[in-house]
């Protein structure tokens, strides 16, 4: 026999459940995007990670039925912007597009830098991975790795390599190299990537590990030579071309890559979203062979897999920061 008490606490557990469901309802039918998203590139505009949030925010503004406006906010080694969208309101109307040296570099370069990752942001999804390359210049007598150490090792010292600046991937990446093949290369670094391409095609440097993205169209007019990919696979846009790892460095793996971010505490149901629907807009196949056709290689993922993925990015930079001994400028 069911007492008073216990139809008074059955009755409360109803209510209960009955408000838990009408507000889950509610959450489930809000409009989102409710406007405009607006995406952070903290760059400045006509760079790599500008091209790529232009390629996918287009497509992904379709899919969300909502335009999604590209705002460049460059500045201090993309402090400035990322900073912006940290402070945003976590409502899913604003996104970050960031890069492997925001997000894997800075915070194990700069003794401290202005934001925390993992308290700051959710992640969504990793974007692409913009493969780095070995090119050089023409005059340069090389053709493969195993000649490019050679050479080097025979002239130490004397083959300088040029950075799209210190600290930032294309840095990193050749000190990896450095360390592993064991040879003795100039840094020269730049203020980005524009200006060391083209004293490499010049000639005042001779070496580089370029992203893909930046170097094809130089590859191809056959202004530099493309000697290898940098990364664990070989190139969908160059299938021919070998991996330092296949030419003698086992192991070796160096690619830029970018991601998704979204203020820290946004409802889990927009992360989701956007996390799906981009995996959806990445694997498309015209959206695909626009980026494949820039220099960079579409992934997409979970935010569990690139919360994972930027973890274990940090460890692996962090190591070759303090093995080669590189200081911020």
């Given at each position: 026999m069911i007492g008073r008490g216990d139809v008074k606490a059955l009755a409360a557990v109803l209510v209960a459940v009955s408000l838990a469901s009408a507000i889950g309802a509610a959450v489930a039918q809000t409009p989102y995007p409710k406007g405009p998203v607006r995406m952070i590139v903290p760059f400045p505009p006509g760079g790599p990670?500008?091209?790529?949030?232009?390629?996918?925010?287009?497509?992904?503004?379709?899919?969300?039925?909502?335009?999604?406006?590209?705002?460049?906010r460059p500045g201090a080694r993309g402090f400035i912007g990322i900073e912006a969208a940290a402070r945003a309101p976590a409502d899913g109307h604003t996104?970050?597009?960031?890069?492997?040296?925001?997000?894997?570099?800075?915070?194990?370069?700069?003794?401290?830098?202005?934001?925390?990752?993992?308290?700051?942001?959710?992640?969504?999804?990793?974007?692409?991975?913009?493969?780095?390359?070995?090119?050089?210049?023409?005059?340069?007598?090389?053709?493969?790795?195993?000649?490019?150490?050679?050479?080097?090792?025979?002239?130490?010292?004397?083959?300088?390599?040029?950075?799209?600046?210190?600290?930032?991937?294309?840095?990193?990446?050749?000190?990896?190299?450095?360390?592993?093949?064991?040879?003795?290369?100039?840094?020269?670094?730049?203020?980005?990537s524009a200006p060391a391409?083209?004293?490499?095609?010049?000639?005042?440097?001779?070496?580089?590990?370029?992203?893909?993205?930046?170097?094809?169209?130089?590859?191809?007019?056959?202004?530099?030579?493309?000697?290898?990919?940098?990364?664990?696979?070989?190139?969908?846009?160059?299938?021919?071309?070998?991996?330092?790892?296949?030419?003698?460095l086992a192991g070796f793996d160096g690619a830029s890559w970018f991601c998704l971010l979204v203020p820290a505490k946004t409802p889990p149901e927009i992360v989701e979203r956007l996390s799906r629907d981009l995996a959806r807009v990445v694997r498309e196949p015209a959206v695909r062979a626009r980026l494949v056709e820039q220099g960079a290689e579409p992934v997409g993922g979970t935010p569990d897999e690139l919360a994972a993925f930027i973890r274990a990015e940090q460890a692996k930079w962090g190591a070759v920061v303090r093995e080669a001994g590189i200081k911020p400028d």
């Open positions: 990670t500008d091209i790529t949030a232009r390629t996918l925010g287009m497509r992904l503004g379709e899919v969300l039925g909502q335009p999604i406006v590209v705002e460049n996104l970050l597009l960031a890069s492997i040296g925001a997000i894997a570099i800075n915070p194990v370069l700069y003794p401290k830098v202005p934001y925390d990752v993992f308290r700051d942001f959710a992640p969504v999804s990793l974007l692409v991975t913009v493969p780095i390359v070995v090119v050089v210049n023409p005059g340069v007598p090389v053709r493969t790795v195993p000649e490019l150490i050679d050479y080097a090792r025979r002239n130490p010292g004397k083959l300088a390599y040029g950075s799209a600046g210190s600290g930032g991937s294309t840095h990193l990446v050749a000190e990896m190299f450095k360390a592993r093949a064991g040879v003795d290369i100039l840094h020269v670094p730049y203020k980005g391409v083209a004293d490499l095609v010049g000639g005042q440097v001779q070496l580089m590990f370029d992203t893909l993205l930046t170097a094809t169209p130089h590859i191809k007019s056959g202004r530099l030579r493309l000697v290898a990919a940098a990364t664990a696979a070989r190139l969908e846009a160059f299938p021919d071309t070998p991996t330092i790892a296949e030419a003698g």
